[in-house]
């Protein structure tokens, strides 16, 4: 991934976006929650394939999960990275990590996301990282060819401990990843890469009425430099709390305005994939 200086978000940087990175308006827009359930896997492709979105970020212990896995090994052309799951948006779903030391309920499964200071004052860092290693290794082990490393819910893996042993993964794996607080960014920008320039948007925090006009009114505002959206496109789904925000995502991202106002205002649209060599079986 390339802005304008030496390394990049991926690992290597060949090409630039013009002479001056302040001259440069650059969106880096990566589909989060693939596979987080099977309506969350056709929607999200489709808005790389056919729309505006770079790169997507799949669920390895979900229930879409292997939906996903199918469909994208279909589409090799998409960069597609691992959205590493320590918490489950809903208890029904019942997700189960796929190492014993993940979870810290006595059930086995996964905690729910309102729960997350608890696993994150419990929860060890050798424990998360043999987890994170087994979900990298599922998603290559199903042929998929990956791109970067990010995270579901906890941002920056919720503590810094957490970010560090993910990004020695990064490293062994030659992945990029992604980084959104002051110590990520440090971190990946010591690693030679590049971070984002400018405040992350996450889509659930954007309102789900007239999310479109939202959308266009940030992209005609984009400031110089690089900045990262995480949106979460999917079809409907009854039994997900975040269905509307969802559906509203793969909406607006969809929309002939959206995508024209991109082109319009001269934004250069960039996903984890670009200049990122692609680890694979």
Sequence with gaps: MIICRSGSIGWSSSRRVGKDCRMTRALLLNIDDIGIHEGAVGAAVETITDGPAASGSIMTVCGG????????????????????????????????????????QDDGLLLASS?????????????????????????????LRLTHLDWHCLADGGRED????????????????????DHGRQQVRRSGRIATDQPFLDSFAVPVEGKEAYFLDRIRNL???LTEWAVHP??????????DVRESDHQALMSTALQQTIQDEGITVLGYGDQTPQTSR
């Design 65 to 104: 999960t292997e939906a996903a896995f199918e469909l994208l090994t279909d589409h090799p052309e998409v960069s597609v990275g691992v959205h590493l799951t320590l918490v489950c948006d809903d208890p029904r779903w019942r997700w189960a990590p796929l190492t014993s030391g993940a979870s810290i």
């Design 223 to 225: 400031p110089v430099g």
């Design 234 to 243: 999917a079809a409907p789904n009854p039994e997900d709390s975040g269905s």
């Design 162 to 181: 957490i970010f560090d042993v993910s990004l020695a993964l990064a490293d062994e794996y030659q992945l990029a990843i992604r980084a959104w607080g």
């Design 115 to 143: 729960r997350q200071a608890e696993l994150l004052a419990r929860a060890t860092a050798a424990d998360v990282a043999a987890e994170f290693r087994a979900q990298i290794e599922s998603a290559l082990d199903a042929g």
